[in-house]
């Protein structure tokens, strides 16, 4: 009896830890929520932007990112609902944010991106500086797996937005993009690199829908110089259910180093 009563008590405080090791691994913690809700609408900040740019130069770079960022913003609603973390999105209207800060950046950047072509080239390449950033930033803080895949993914996404935008400013302005937020030797480092692979951007990329070894749709590629994000046919072989698989040298789980917006650290955090 003594040794039925110790096998059940053990059973019982193996099956409390494992309820409780699996509630943990199933909830966000308040820094990774507070997170994920800024970068969703961080997102909408980039989108809206971008609409709003092209709107004025026509550019097509500007559509095609747009796009992206939808994508990128359909992506981290599908993290916010599997958390139960509500978004801090409340209207879809272009330009319209619940975060003052945000509310304050689309309008100093669209100020700054409708007066010129250059000006709306660099507001491009900024906020795909700034994203990479607060992405860095955002999967040194997660220990979640599948929050921290989703922001690599974004995060190779702004690498080639940011590829997108050099490239166009080198096209129209007739000079080379220089880093605005960033490290001058990593945006150079990115700029001068290949188009990467499995981000949802650039030209003839991996199926995101193959499986195994079949050959994709790809829903997440464009065929527009690698700028942006329209549906083209996938030519590689899907290795998920979502990404393509990537061939593009990642940056790490670093946190991100330079000037922030507006030359101040800002924490979004708290």
């Known amino acids: 009896m003594k040794k039925l009563f110790t096998g059940t008590a053990i059973a019982a405080v193996l099956a409390g830890s494992f309820a409780a090791t699996s509630q943990a691994a199933s909830t966000l913690t308040e820094a990774e929520s507070k997170t994920l809700q800024f970068m969703h609408e961080e997102e909408k900040l980039a989108k809206d932007v971008y609409l709003t740019l092209y709107d004025k130069w026509n550019i097509r770079s500007f559509s095609n990112i747009a796009g992206a960022e939808q994508r990128h913003q359909n992506q981290l609603k599908a993290l916010l609902d599997k958390y139960g973390v509500p978004s801090a999105i409340q209207?879809?209207?272009?330009?319209?944010?619940?975060?003052?800060?945000?509310?304050?950046?689309?309008?100093?950047?669209?100020?700054?991106?409708?007066?010129?072509?250059?000006?709306?080239?660099?507001?491009?390449?900024?906020?795909?500086?700034?994203?990479?950033?607060?992405?860095?930033?955002?999967?040194?803080?997660?220990?979640?797996?599948?929050?921290?895949?989703?922001?690599?993914?974004?995060?190779?996404?702004?690498?080639?937005?940011?590829?997108?935008?050099?490239?166009?400013?080198?096209?129209?302005?007739?000079?080379?993009?220089?880093?605005?937020?960033?490290?001058?030797?990593?945006?150079?480092?990115?700029?001068?690199?290949?188009?990467?692979?499995?981000?949802?951007?650039?030209?003839?990329?991996?199926?995101?829908?193959?499986?195994?070894?079949?050959?994709?749709?790809?829903?997440n590629m464009s065929q527009h110089d690698g700028h942006g994000m329209q549906q083209g046919r996938g030519q590689g072989r899907g290795q998920g259910h979502r990404f393509g698989k990537g061939n593009g040298a990642g940056y790490g789980k670093q946190a991100g180093q330079g000037k922030r917006w507006g030359q101040q650290n800002r924490d979004h955090q708290t």
């Open 91 to 219: 209207s879809s209207t272009v330009g319209d944010f619940a975060n003052p800060e945000l509310a304050k950046m689309y309008k100093d950047l669209t100020t700054q991106g409708l007066a010129s072509l250059e000006g709306a080239l660099k507001v491009g390449g900024m906020i795909e500086e700034l994203d990479i950033m607060d992405l860095q930033k955002a999967i040194a803080e997660s220990d979640k797996a599948d929050v921290d895949s989703t922001y690599e993914n974004l995060m190779r996404g702004s690498r080639n937005h940011l590829r997108a935008f050099a490239k166009q400013y080198n096209k129209n302005i007739g000079s080379v993009y220089q880093a605005q937020l960033m490290p001058a030797a990593e945006v150079s480092a990115i700029i001068n690199s290949e188009q990467e692979r499995g981000g949802g951007t650039g030209g003839q990329g991996h199926g995101g829908k193959g499986k195994g070894g079949g050959h994709g749709q790809g829903q």
